[in-house]
Structure formats: structure tokens, C-alpha cells
T-cell receptor, first 113, second 113 residues
Framework: GENVEQHPSTLSVQEGDSAVIKCTYS??????FPWYKQELGKGPQLIID?????GEKKDQRIAVTLNKTAKHFSLHITETQPEDSAVYFC????????????FGAGTRLFVKA | DTAVSQTPKYLVTQMGNDKSIKCEQN?????MYWYKQDSKKFLKIMFS???????INETVPNRFSPKSPDKAHLNLHINSLELGDSAVYFC????????????FGSGTQLSVL
């Protein structure tokens, strides 16, 4: 079945710096790759997503890149702010007789003011 | 107006008891889910329902029984609670059975003593 690995598990950056989180997936049939942000005491919230027919997508300070050949995808946050501090999850969706979203283990991002 | 609301937010109970968690979404989505998040923040799909029909049952013990009386509600009943059931349970909904663009509730923290 699909397996999603996410690195690093913890990331600490200075306010204004960039943050990069990387994920790999195992099932080449996966075709949808969302990123979720989870703040303390809340549920995950979708921040950006990308489909397998697209290599890059950007939304203001957030961008996601996908390399289908290498089965890698990454989240890039530029000009980080303290409110970006949260746990970020990558995920991959695969159809196994019913669509299933497999999440990475999460990256705890700390943005220091 | 909360998009996906689940109750209760906290549930503390003794081993062996039976408990229920309720979930409602007002987004008009056809698909609803239950996810389990363990103490290490790992998110795992438990069930997905599309228009009241079970689509995914991710080898969850049959002590867990979801019920969807209509497509806006998906409740989770747990019999004979065990210590290992302690976790945060998230309800989510999405516009289609493709698992895309999920909206999560704020979670129910279950503690089994």
C-alpha cells in the first residue's frame, strides 16, 4: 500500500527565513498531494494541494513542487511569520477501490520572532 | 457557523465503557470521514462514507461502529473501550469521494483510564 515519508520532523527558523518540508511517496498511482496545517487544539486545515499533472503551484508565500519521477514533493514557505508555527502534514491520495489519503508523520515548524 | 462540528470536544471514560462521538457538517458535502490521531500526531483514516454508504473501512476493530443517518451526519460509536483507544478523533468532510480538499472538525480527545 501507499507509504508517505516526511522530513524533517521538527524545523526551527528565524522569522523572515524560508522553510522547506519534503515528502516522498511509494505508490506511483497516487495522483493528488495536499498539504495540511494543524494549529494547537485544532483540526488540520488544507493550505495548498497539487495534482500529478502539475509540477509546481504557488499561493502567495506558499509553494508546492512535485517530481513524479522521483516520487518527491515539497512545501516551501517564504518570509515565515510567527503565525506559521504549527504542525504541517503532507499527504498522498491513491485509489484502491475507494480513494484513500495517506498522511506523512508531520513536521513541527517553529518560527522564532 | 462551524463547517464541521463534532461533540464532545473531550471525553474521559473508564476501560470497558461504551461511548459515542457525533459529527455534523453544513457544507453540503457528500463524503464524510473519521480519522484517528495518536499521541505522536500520526493521522490515520478509519472510515469514509459517501452519501451514507460505507466506502472505506480501514481494518478498524469491530468495536468501532460508524453510523451515517444522512449525508450531513457521521457518528462514531465505540464499544468496550480499551486503553489503546486513547487518541484524538477527527471527523472530516469533502465534496467528493476522491478524498480531495478535506475539511476537518476540531477533534474529540478521548482518554480511556
Amino acid at each position: 500500500g501507499e507509504n508517505v515519508e516526511q522530513h524533517p520532523s521538527t524545523l526551527s527558523v528565524q522569522e523572515g527565513d524560508s522553510a522547506v518540508i519534503k515528502c516522498t511517496y511509494s505508490d506511483s498511482a497516487s495522483n493528488y498531494f495536499p498539504w495540511y496545517k494543524q494549529e494547537l487544539g485544532k483540526g488540520p486545515q488544507l493550505i495548498i494541494d497539487i495534482r500529478s499533472n502539475v509540477g509546481e503551484k504557488k499561493d502567495q508565500r506558499i509553494a508546492v513542487t512535485l517530481n513524479k519521477t522521483a516520487k518527491h514533493f515539497s512545501l516551501h514557505i517564504t518570509e515565515t511569520q510567527p503565525e506559521d508555527s504549527a504542525v504541517y502534514f503532507c499527504a498522498a491520495t491513491v485509489n484502491t477501490g475507494g480513494f484513500k489519503t495517506i498522511f506523512g508523520a508531520g513536521t513541527r515548524l517553529f518560527v522564532k520572532a | 457557523d462551524t463547517a464541521v462540528s463534532q461533540t464532545p470536544k473531550y471525553l474521559v471514560t473508564q476501560m470497558g465503557n461504551d461511548k459515542s462521538i457525533k459529527c455534523e457538517q453544513n457544507l453540503g458535502h457528500d463524503t464524510m470521514y473519521w480519522y484517528k490521531q495518536d499521541s505522536k500526531k500520526f493521522l490515520k483514516i478509519m472510515f469514509s462514507y459517501n452519501n451514507k454508504e460505507l466506502i472505506i473501512n480501514e481494518t478498524v476493530p469491530n468495536r468501532f461502529s460508524p453510523k451515517s443517518p444522512d449525508k450531513a451526519h457521521l457518528n462514531l460509536h465505540i464499544n468496550s473501550l480499551e486503553l489503546g483507544d486513547s487518541a484524538v478523533y477527527f471527523c472530516a468532510s469533502g465534496p467528493a469521494a476522491t478524498n480531495e480538499k478535506l475539511f476537518f472538525g476540531s477533534g474529540t480527545q478521548l482518554s480511556v483510564l
